[in-house]
Structures are given as C-alpha cells and as structure tokens.
C-alpha cells in the first residue's frame, strides 16, 4: 500500500520560497501519478499541480509561472518548489497518488498529513 508524507512547510515572508517533499514508502512511485493540492480554512480542497508517472506536469492557474513539481523516482520523493510566494498561498499542502492525473480530487489516494505553509510578513 502506498503511503504518503508530505514535509517542507513553514511560515515565509511574501515573495519567498519553500520546496515541499513528499517521500513515498509501502510502494514504488514509478506507476503513480502524484498530486499536490491545499486547503485554506474555510475553503474546499483544491488541486494546486500533478506529475503523471511518465513525467508530464500540470499546474493550477493561480500558480502557473511560481511552482515547479518534480520526481526523483530512486528516491521515492516528489517535489513542489514554490517561489514568489503569496499571502493567498497559505494552506495545508497535501500529495496523494492516482494512476494518472486528474481534476477529480476524490480520484486520488494515499494522502498525506498535509504540511503547512504560512505566507505573511
């Protein structure tokens, strides 16, 4: 069974940067698709970029330009590498795998904790 941890999170000024990991064990994730999304208080989870098993990335439009999704296979990590960081970043951050990317959030499984990242100065 896959299982999901995500870590990288912090409180950051407006305009900064954080990499989240998220480190995978139980399986390897050279099938997986991975996920990241977040949640605000108050707010529905949302998919933020996915990375397909084949190395294909997406990105929400709100963070197009600002993140990069990456996977290190031999490490069993993928990355969410957030630059130019906005108050409205703020959220739990979570990864969780499917066998391909999807706008359907209840499709995918395995989610982590979640991670929190605080964007304010």
């Known amino acids: 069974q896959l299982q999901l941890v995500e870590s990288g999170g912090g409180l950051v000024q407006p305009g900064g940067s954080l990499r989240l990991s998220c480190a995978a064990s139980g399986l390897t994730l050279d099938n997986f698709a991975i996920g990241w999304f977040r949640q605000a208080p108050g707010k529905e989870r949302e998919g933020v970029s996915c990375i397909s098993s084949g190395g294909s990335t997406n990105y929400a439009d709100s963070v197009k330009g600002r993140f990069t999704i990456s996977r290190d296979n031999a490490k069993n990590l993928v990355y969410l590498q957030m630059n130019s960081l906005k108050p409205e970043d703020t959220a739990v951050y979570y990864c969780?795998?499917?066998?391909?990317?999807?706008?359907?959030?209840?499709?995918?499984?395995?989610w982590g904790q979640g991670t929190q990242v605080t964007v304010s100065s």
């Open positions: 969780a795998g499917n066998s391909h990317c999807s706008n359907h959030v209840f499709t995918f499984a395995s």
